[in-house]
């Protein structure tokens, strides 16, 4: 165990139903107006924008709607978004979709409140203060309902970079499962490699020695590789979506870290390189990416894989466990291979270039320069 | 999976030497003057009263020590508090201790904003506002440190009551492991028993099927059963303690029964009897109630004591999965029976009788009427 604080205020409201009390909550909070962040047409045709509405109206909150955020959400999207909130003086965000209009909506909680253009807090400037964000989740994988990350994409610069601050974690997030049974099957497989990919970072590159930890996370992967099962079967199992949709919010929460030390997210590095440059899904990219790390990280920490192996697979070596894992993102229909995505091997220069600028900004420049992410990519040839 | 609502919004210091911040802290919340709850002498001798002292002046913080708190805290001393804290205009209430000075301090919080005898909020009255709560927890085992609970004891009337609530949740939790080497073994013990009684009520009483949850629950019982044995070996195990310290707070933080749906605490009913008549140590009497309401419980839930069986002990049934937890309690010296702490069977009747007010008060009067707790208290002589 390692020093550590842990301090997660975010209030989770989870239930079938729960978005018609975002109303009232921020009436609690004392908010007159908010911005709402939202996607792409689903939120309209699904009748849920006409029910957040009718609750923001029954607490007279007024609402100025901004859709439009697209998956691996882009900075000039979020700028308008920034200005929308200045010009019509908002109190808070909401944002009502998945990771993506989340993390959007939490980039532009940060920029209403600066002068600074919002990408110098992607690159360095600390966050100091944002509007209050409130959430409705549509899609369960990347945790940002409970967490104070944010990555949106530079789409000049072809930068896909984070916000990590205490000042973004949502006040409140509504978690409806319902509302996820109709996430199709692929971006379900998406989301659970999204899952277990933020619990194996800091479980595999930290110290060994905090078995808690690592109990809770052989929990989390346990428990989302079954439930991703029984919704391949059915897509509409009601306990394994709300199963699967809390497990991915505790997969990246602050809980399974906290006392492990220092730890680092090389997949993630690299997998935001590929999806910076091709726009492919993030979930999608790191079920290439991960594969591909394993093998190469495994001699750096044999005794950690074994007991991978062991407990989530029950085999008997590292090798084995890496295998069943990449078999599983194979039955699930997620992708293992760059040529799965239309990436040519030829292009592994150029994502390593990108992965290690995110590498040196992460402070991990040094195990991971442009040669190491480049042998780990051709493992994923 | 069951609706509900999660909000934590206690911040959690963990390491070494931490105590030192709690100055800044409670600066950084605008408090001015504050009430130190603390128990006996060992924070004196220890030197720890003076390091928190000079962290208090260091931020110019004015301070009523209180001391006197008891294992099982009693109300009469808790008036005491409420009287000092409304006497000099405290603006919070500072604990350090273990689990009984931060469950009285909860207790100053709430009666120090009261117009009522603080035992009205202990017997039903809804409570809608505290002092803020800050605190050093020097013994690792009730999870008071991060939790809404307060148990105090009415010594007149026998009743070990409690109050449930979000406005007593601790702004502020200072946890440094080093502090809890010094714990006897025999404390330790009843610690570690507690614990495990925390996660083990929701286990065993929930309904079947939410398997996250169980996964975070075993994970939590085999982290306690590794750490105490290295404890009783090697008392400032460090690694150990620590580990042990933020596994008896996840233990009781709202993390293990989010989205089990309703559940029951039969054990600390009965041990509430227990403790409040003969001032046992709450641990110690756990340890004696949980094998013996196992016992009578498991044809209620036979599959959940086979899993428990299984994942804990790698047994193959219920019956075999109780005794083995009843043998580790016996192995680190927590007793099984109530006559090793000197409570007649005689007494039974009455002990029933106290235990079902307490059934009645928290809804499961049903399952337990006074007839029932005989029975599972007759299978502990």
Redesign the interface.
């Known amino acids: 165990?390692?020093?550590?604080?842990?301090?997660?205020?975010?209030?989770?409201?989870?239930?079938?139903g729960?978005e018609s009390l975002i109303g009232s909550e921020l009436n609690a909070a004392g908010i007159k107006r908010v911005l709402l962040v939202y996607g792409q047409n689903s939120v309209i045709k699904s009748g849920l924008l006409d029910r957040v509405m009718a609750s923001l109206k029954a607490s007279n909150i007024g609402c100025t709607q901004f859709g439009g955020v697209v998956s691996n959400p882009v900075l000039s999207h979020a700028r308008e978004g920034v200005a929308l909130a200045k010009r019509d003086q908002v109190e808070a965000i909401l944002a009502v979709g998945g990771g993506s209009v989340l993390d959007e909506a939490k980039a532009i909680a940060v920029g209403a409140l600066a002068h600074e253009d919002v990408w110098q807090f992607f690159v360095g400037k600390e966050v100091e203060r944002a509007l209050p964000v409130f959430t409705i989740l549509t899609i369960a994988a990347t945790g940002s309902e409970m967490n104070g990350n944010s990555v949106v994409t530079n789409a000049e610069t072809k930068q896909k970079y984070n916000i990590a601050s205490p000042h973004v974690y949502p006040r409140v997030s509504i978690l409806n499962?319902e509302l996820t049974h109709s996430v199709p099957l692929n971006y379900t497989a998406y989301s659970a490699v999204d899952a277990i990919a933020h619990v194996i970072e800091g479980y595999f590159t930290k110290q060994p020695?905090?078995?808690?930890q690592d109990?809770?996370v052989?929990?989390?992967i346990?428990?989302v590789i079954?439930t991703t099962d029984l919704i391949m079967a059915e897509p509409t199992h009601a306990?394994a979506r709300?199963?699967f949709m809390?497990?991915a919010t505790?997969a990246l929460n602050g809980?399974t870290p906290?006392?492990i030390g220092e730890y680092s997210f090389p997949n993630h590095m690299i997998e935001h390189a590929l999806s910076a440059i091709y726009n492919i899904p993030h979930g999608a990219g790191l079920s290439i990416v991960m594969p591909a790390w394993m093998k190469w990280y495994l001699p750096k920490n044999p005794s950690q894989f074994a007991r991978f192996a062991k407990e989530i697979f029950g085999l008997d070596s590292g090798e084995a466990g890496i295998k069943a894992l990449e078999q599983w993102f194979v039955a699930i229909k997620s992708p293992v291979r760059l040529g799965e995505v239309d990436i040519p091997a030829a292009d592994i220069g150029a994502i390593a270039e990108n992965a290690e600028g995110l590498a040196k900004q992460w402070g991990i420049g040094d195990l991971y320069p442009k040669a190491s992410i480049g042998e780990i990519l051709k493992l994923a040839v």
């Open positions: 165990m390692f020093e550590f604080t842990f301090h997660n205020p975010t209030k989770i409201i989870f239930g079938a729960k499962p020695g905090t078995h808690l109990r809770l052989e929990g989390i346990k428990t079954e306990k709300a199963s809390w497990t505790l809980l906290a006392g």
